[in-house]
């Protein structure tokens, strides 16, 4: 069966440009995850959902952040006015259920110049 | 203030010796743990897990120990095997959230043939 796909798979933006990241999660699953990955650490928690409501957006760095699941399937990371520090891997992970293993998709590395 | 570390960036064996990975966590609150390999390009994999009733998971080649005193766990992979070469991540959830990964910096494995 299908994983989770994301896309684009590499995405440059120029310093000021708005970005918007999708995930497609494993048809079913409940939960969605996005993560960040900055180069050489290990993926950070940015926010999740459970269908369509996000529940927790602690992991989110900064309010240029926002992302949103509308019909809790699909979901998309946007980021506005793209800084160099936002530079990284975005990792989504769906699972069936909350506490459940989490799968993750092959990530979009944004490179801001 | 990292919570999960992996003090080793990197790691090489040979073919069919033991490889052992090992992480370390600062909260006594993370009450599970897990392991995710990571192959360039694709994002993590779920390896094992282990609960904090438990001190030992095994998986075929994987065998994961968990030291709850020492705030401790490892990774044993016997025997290893080219296929094996990748990046290992440590990560641990719980303190109040079972959904919120916590990851380390991660591992990088060479498994010499």
């Known amino acids: 069966g299908a994983g989770v796909s994301q896309s684009p798979r590499y995405k440059v933006a120029k310093r000021g440009q708005d970005v918007a990241l999708r995930c497609d999660p494993i048809?079913?699953?409940?939960?969605l995850f996005w993560y960040q990955q900055a180069l050489g650490q290990g993926p950070e928690f940015l926010t999740y959902?459970?269908?369509?409501?996000?529940?927790?957006k602690s992991g989110l760095p900064s309010d240029r952040f926002f992302a949103e699941r509308p019909e809790g399937s699909v979901s998309t990371l946007k980021i506005q006015r793209t800084q160099q520090e936002d530079s990284a891997v975005y990792l989504c992970?769906?699972?069936?259920?909350?506490?459940?293993?989490?799968?993750f998709g092959p990530g979009t590395r944004l490179t801001v110049l | 203030d990292q919570q999960v570390k992996q003090n080793s960036p990197s790691l090489s064996v040979q073919e069919g010796r033991i490889s052992i990975l090992n992480c370390d966590y600062t909260?006594?609150?993370?009450?599970?743990f897990l392991w995710y390999k990571k192959y360039p390009a694709e994002g993590p994999t779920f390896l094992i897990s282990?609960?904090?009733?438990?001190d030992k998971n095994e998986d075929g080649r994987f065998t994961v120990f968990l030291n709850k005193s020492a705030k401790h766990l490892s990774l044993h992979i016997v025997p290893s095997q080219p296929g094996d070469s990748a990046v290992y991540f440590c990560?641990?959830?719980?303190?109040?959230?079972?959904?919120?990964?916590?990851f380390g910096k991660g591992t990088l494995l060479t498994v010499n043939p």
């Open positions: 959902f459970q269908n369509e409501a996000q529940l927790d």
């Open positions: 992970a769906s699972s069936l259920r909350q506490d459940n293993e989490q799968f």
């Open positions: 990560a641990a959830s719980g303190a109040g959230s079972n959904y919120k990964l916590t």
């Open positions: 909260n006594s609150m993370f009450d599970y």
């Open positions: 282990i609960s904090s009733i438990k």
């Open positions: 048809s079913g699953h409940v939960s």
